[in-house]
C-alpha cells in the first residue's frame, strides 16, 4: 500500500525556519517524482515544489524560490522540504504526493495526510 507520512510543520515566526519530512512507503522513490503542495484556508492548493525520481532535477513555486530546496534521500525513501526565511503568507497545510502518468498526462496519485505551517508575523 502507498502511504505517505509528513513531518516536522509547526509554528515559526516570521524569518524562520522549519524542515518538513515526508516519509514514503509502498514504492521506491527512485521511480517517481515527489512534489510538494500547500493549502492555505480561503486559498486553492498552490504547487511548491518537485524533485525528480533521480533527485537530480527541481523545480519550484516562484514564490518559493530561493528560500525553499526540496531533496530526497533515497536509501531512507524520503523528501525533505527545507523553508528558510518563511513569511506569514506561507502559513498553510503541506502536502507531499507522488507523480506519475496516466495516460500521457502527469497526475499526483497519491498524497500525504498534510503537515500544517504556520508563520507568525
Known amino acids: 500500500e502507498v502511504q505517505f507520512v509528513e513531518s516536522g510543520g509547526g509554528s515559526v515566526q516570521a524569518g524562520g525556519s522549519l524542515r518538513l519530512s515526508c516519509a514514503a512507503s509502498?514504492?521506491?522513490?527512485?521511480?517517481?517524482?515527489i512534489g510538494w503542495f500547500r493549502h492555505a484556508r480561503g486559498k486553492e492548493r498552490e504547487f511548491v515544489a518537485r524533485?525528480?525520481?533521480?533527485?537530480?532535477?527541481?523545480y519550484y513555486a516562484d514564490s518559493v524560490k530561493g528560500r525553499f530546496t526540496i531533496s530526497s534521500d533515497n536509501a531512507k525513501n524520503t523528501v525533505y522540504l527545507q523553508m528558510n526565511s518563511l513569511k506569514p503568507e506561507d502559513t498553510a497545510v503541506y502536502y507531499c504526493?507522488?507523480?506519475?502518468?496516466?495516460?500521457?498526462?502527469?497526475?499526483?496519485?497519491?498524497w500525504g495526510q498534510g503537515t500544517q505551517v504556520t508563520v507568525s508575523s
Open positions: 504526493a507522488r507523480r506519475t502518468v496516466v495516460g500521457g498526462n502527469y497526475v499526483y496519485d497519491y
Open positions: 509502498g514504492f521506491t522513490l527512485d521511480a517517481y517524482a
Open positions: 524533485i525528480s525520481w533521480s533527485g537530480g532535477s527541481t
